[in-house]
């Protein structure tokens, strides 16, 4: 029986970090699904972490955890497919130190991602992310991090954990103004910035008063904004600007909605799909082709511009083979 503990610290150490040089993001998000696996894993069998084995670890288990994870924690298609992605990148890693464990490493290997089903996105209308903006109260230090920190998410479209990581030096004023962030896999990407975004970050930044290396947004006690915390300050922001704004009670708004409002902004705009994809630091395409579906001016457009098809005589389609005829009358 082999202990899992030294797999799990080696594949941190070696695989993740060393091998990969894996974004910090990345580690997290291993980190956090391995801790709940751990947790659910003692719950079930009553067996501490530093005991486990790898048998311990078999498909049943893996498929218990991830129904765990969509009824109990309320977890979604997309988050329980990217914890099984953690957990199958450790088992391919301990394929090839314990070949001793082949049978069960290939069945949780087996285990299928989950289809997702892709919804239209959701973003802010202009009016709508005006108001999300005005109900920033500009009287405390919160509400002001907090418009500085909407403003540059909705002109941008920066992931909620680029924003998380920007020090103040990352905000670049001078000729060419722009943001420098580091995105998915540690790629680095530089947004140009408007001039009235540029002067809030301006006032931010001044009233932030710390050296170029500290967070650009932080909480009250200093520390980096968490993602909870970001998402959690869009809630209450939201409530606010309800009232004013009725149509934004009927809209669930997330840090991601204020990425999409970017980049609807520039679609609406005529900015080339290519040229967003290069905004919003999207590997591929197609990726960036879901606002495009998202957007029914496009497509009203696209309508206009075909001629109805020329009138054709009506009549019953004859098959003319027998193969054909078959197909066709099942």
Not at 69 to 98: D, Q
Not at 112 to 130: C, F, H
Request: some cysteine; proline content about 5%.
């Amino acid at each position: 029986m082999t202990s899992l503990a030294p797999l799990l610290q080696a594949f941190f150490t070696d695989r993740l970090m060393t091998q990969r040089q894996a974004s910090p993001n990345t580690i997290a998000s291993y980190r956090d699904t391995f801790k709940l696996l751990l947790a659910y894993v003692q719950d079930q069998t009553g067996k501490t972490p530093s005991v486990l084995a790898i048998s311990d670890l078999d498909a049943g288990t893996i498929t218990g955890f991830l129904t765990y994870l969509e009824t109990v924690r309320g977890n979604s298609i997309r988050t329980r497919n990217a914890r099984l992605a953690a957990i199958h990148s450790l088992f391919t890693y301990a394929a090839l130190r314990h070949p001793e464990h082949a049978a069960v490493i290939q069945r949780v290997l087996a285990i299928p991602t989950a289809k997702i089903q892709r919804n239209i996105v959701s973003w802010l209308e202009q009016g709508e992310a005006d108001a999300l903006l005005a109900a920033c109260n500009q009287e405390t230090r919160t509400g002001r991090r907090d418009h500085a920190l909407f403003s540059l998410a909705i002109q941008t479209g920066l992931r909620v954990s680029e924003l998380i990581g920007l020090n103040i030096a990352d905000i670049h004023a001078g000729t060419g103004p722009h943001v420098h962030c580091l995105g998915k896999g540690l790629k680095e990407r530089r947004t140009p910035l408007l001039p009235p975004v540029l002067v809030i970050l301006g006032s931010w930044i001044k009233e932030h008063g710390g050296p170029a290396d500290a967070p650009l947004f932080t909480t009250t006690t200093g520390h980096r904004l968490s993602r909870d915390a970001i998402e959690q300050r869009i809630r209450v922001t939201v409530t606010t600007a309800a009232p004013s704004c009725p149509t934004l009670k009927d809209k669930r708004v997330t840090a991601h909605t204020l990425r999409h409002t970017s980049a609807m902004k520039l679609l609406l705009a005529g900015v080339d799909t290519t040229v967003i994809a290069l905004w919003l630091g999207h590997e591929q395409i197609s990726t960036t082709n879901i606002y495009i579906h998202a957007d029914m001016t496009l497509k009203e457009k696209a309508i206009a511009k075909v001629a109805p098809p020329t009138a054709t005589a009506a009549g019953r389609y004859q098959p003319s083979d027998s193969v054909m005829a078959f197909l066709e009358a099942l």
